[in-house]
């Protein structure tokens, strides 16, 4: 039975979506098609925390935490950034605190608290718990098919986040850059397993001249400062070679070896690396871990220190299904900037995940949310 329930149909009820309609005026005349709860996906951000925007005040500075999108960005949050999405989240009720690492969390620190609020903020909405499977442009309207009924449009906002979905746009002739994982762990072509749980602080990666913090896993490489890097070389095709310092603070080894002779090397090590991690190098380099420090010789001194400052990895692919955010999605180049509203088709407008906008963890990626949520709407209510 096909239904013309309202003008304004958003796909999409995660944090983009319900932020639209929220901007929208949260008018019975806007209906939100969704076939999981609304809101279901803020609940895992930030730990349960949600990690919902970054304290930079400067809308340049904050476009640089973008591997994709930066330029673009300049024009949303010239618009909507930082401040704005602080004033959105008073008015429905959330209050927010800085940590010291300058993410910006509900004073709560529950993201169930978000997903309450928002959802009262938009009660009024029209929501549709069924799943849209196609799109059609008739006219100047849009019908959306989904698995139980079909709705007719005016104006379509398409907020499927980033896993899934572009099938549907692809169809109707929009064009998407391929997805890619990002902000995920990394599998190695060496077996790292041996190292699994060893997490180790201010390591320096050499390809991107990033520093943070990494965890060996089951798979490979995790924590931070790989996540990091996955974003970064998102696009890079595998394999990939990667290159770190495990203790850039190490400065040589001979005055310590001259200091400690009757000292075995693993134990030296020890205290530079993890002790799990100075007997796998020493194991690598077949150097027995209990040889003395006097016993070596400067050509083991220096592979011992090349593994330690030049630890190369095989990546050889990245964790299936363990992606934070997407890659690639809408071209935004086929994207006005102005209203959000596509280029390709009249009438249909982004918001989200789904364009090829994606930043690094920090509250960047909800950010982009909100921040292209409120755009798309001005959008939507100028047209
Ligand atoms: C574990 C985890 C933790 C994260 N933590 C943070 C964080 O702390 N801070 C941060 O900034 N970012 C974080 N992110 C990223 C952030 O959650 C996403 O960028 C954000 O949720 C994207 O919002 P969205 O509304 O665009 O898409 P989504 O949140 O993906 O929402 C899209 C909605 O569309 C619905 N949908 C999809 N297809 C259809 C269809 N065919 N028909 C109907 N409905 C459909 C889905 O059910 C979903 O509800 C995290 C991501 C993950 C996975």
């Given at each position: 039975?096909?239904?013309?329930?309202?003008?304004?149909?958003?796909?999409?009820?995660?944090p983009?979506?319900?932020?639209?309609?929220?901007?929208?005026?949260?008018?019975?005349?806007?209906?939100?098609?969704?076939?999981?709860?609304?809101?279901?996906?803020i609940?895992?951000t930030?730990?349960?925390?949600c990690n919902l925007a970054?304290?930079?005040?400067?809308?340049?500075?904050?476009?640089?935490?973008?591997?994709?999108?930066?330029?673009?960005?300049?024009?949303?949050?010239?618009?909507?950034?930082?401040?704005?999405?602080?004033?959105?989240?008073?008015?429905?009720?959330?209050?927010?605190?800085?940590?010291?690492?300058?993410?910006?969390?509900?004073?709560?620190?529950?993201?169930?608290?978000?997903?309450?609020?928002?959802?009262?903020?938009?009660?009024?909405?029209?929501?549709?718990?069924?799943?849209?499977?196609?799109?059609?442009?008739?006219?100047?309207?849009?019908?959306?098919?989904?698995?139980?009924?079909?709705?007719?449009?005016?104006?379509?906002?398409?907020?499927?986040?980033?896993?899934?979905?572009?099938?549907?746009?692809?169809?109707?002739?929009?064009?998407?850059?391929?997805?890619?994982?990002?902000?995920?762990?990394?599998?190695?072509?060496?077996?790292?397993?041996?190292?699994?749980?060893?997490?180790?602080?201010?390591?320096?990666?050499?390809?991107?001249?990033?520093?943070?913090?990494?965890?060996?896993?089951?798979?490979?490489?995790?924590?931070?400062?790989?996540?990091?890097?996955?974003?970064?070389?998102?696009?890079?095709?595998?394999?990939?070679?990667?290159?770190?310092?495990?203790?850039?603070?190490?400065?040589?080894?001979?005055?310590?070896?001259?200091?400690?002779?009757?000292?075995?090397?693993?134990?030296?090590?020890?205290?530079?690396?993890?002790?799990?991690?100075?007997?796998?190098?020493?194991?690598?380099?077949?150097?027995?871990?209990?040889?003395?420090?006097?016993?070596?010789?400067?050509?083991?001194?220096?592979?011992?220190?090349?593994?330690?400052?030049?630890?190369?990895?095989?990546?050889?692919?990245?964790?299936?299904?363990?992606?934070?955010?997407?890659?690639?999605?809408?071209?935004?180049?086929?994207?006005?900037?102005?209203?959000?509203?596509?280029?390709?088709?009249?009438?249909?407008?982004?918001?989200?995940?789904?364009?090829?906008?994606?930043?690094?963890?920090?509250g960047f990626n909800l950010q982009n949310c909100w921040?292209?949520?409120?755009?798309?709407?001005?959008?939507?209510?100028?047209?």
């Amino acid at each position: 039975m096909e239904q013309d329930l309202c003008k304004i149909g958003i796909i999409g009820a995660g944090p983009s979506g319900c932020a639209c309609a929220y901007f929208l005026g949260a008018r019975e005349n806007i209906s939100l098609i969704d076939f999981r709860e609304p809101m279901c996906t803020i609940l895992p951000t930030g730990g349960g925390r949600c990690n919902l925007a970054y304290s930079e005040y400067d809308f340049k500075e904050l476009a640089k935490n973008y591997p994709r999108g930066e330029k673009f960005l300049y024009s949303i949050f010239s618009k909507f950034s930082t401040v704005d999405t602080l004033e959105m989240f008073n008015k429905i009720g959330i209050d927010t605190y800085v940590q010291d690492d300058n993410r910006i969390f509900p004073v709560t620190n529950n993201s169930k608290d978000i997903q309450t609020a928002m959802l009262n903020s938009i009660k009024r909405c029209n929501f549709i718990k069924e799943k849209a499977l196609r799109i059609e442009k008739i006219e100047n309207r849009f019908k959306v098919v989904t698995d139980m009924n079909s709705y007719m449009f005016d104006k379509l906002v398409y907020a499927v986040g980033g896993h899934a979905g572009y099938e549907m746009i692809k169809r109707i002739g929009i064009s998407v850059i391929d997805p890619k994982p990002s902000l995920v762990g990394l599998i190695s072509k060496e077996k790292l397993s041996d190292l699994m749980g060893i997490s180790i602080s201010d390591v320096y990666n050499h390809n991107t001249g990033l520093c943070g913090d990494i965890l060996f896993t089951h798979f490979g490489m995790s924590g931070p400062l790989v996540y990091k890097i996955s974003s970064i070389k998102a696009r890079d095709s595998f394999p990939y070679d990667l290159e770190f310092d495990l203790c850039p603070k190490l400065d040589g080894l001979q005055d310590i070896l001259n200091l400690n002779p009757h000292k075995y090397i693993k134990n030296i090590l020890s205290e530079y690396i993890p002790s799990r991690l100075s007997e796998y190098i020493l194991d690598k380099l077949n150097v027995d871990s209990d040889t003395k420090c006097h016993m070596i010789n400067g050509r083991i001194r220096d592979s011992i220190l090349e593994e330690i400052h030049k630890f190369k990895v095989e990546i050889i692919s990245s964790k299936k299904d363990g992606e934070t955010v997407t890659a690639g999605g809408v071209d935004l180049d086929k994207i006005n900037p102005k209203t959000m509203e596509s280029k390709e088709v009249d009438g249909l407008y982004f918001c989200g995940e789904v364009i090829n906008v994606d930043g690094f963890c920090g509250g960047f990626n909800l950010q982009n949310c909100w921040s292209t949520a409120y755009v798309s709407a001005q959008g939507v209510l100028s047209n």
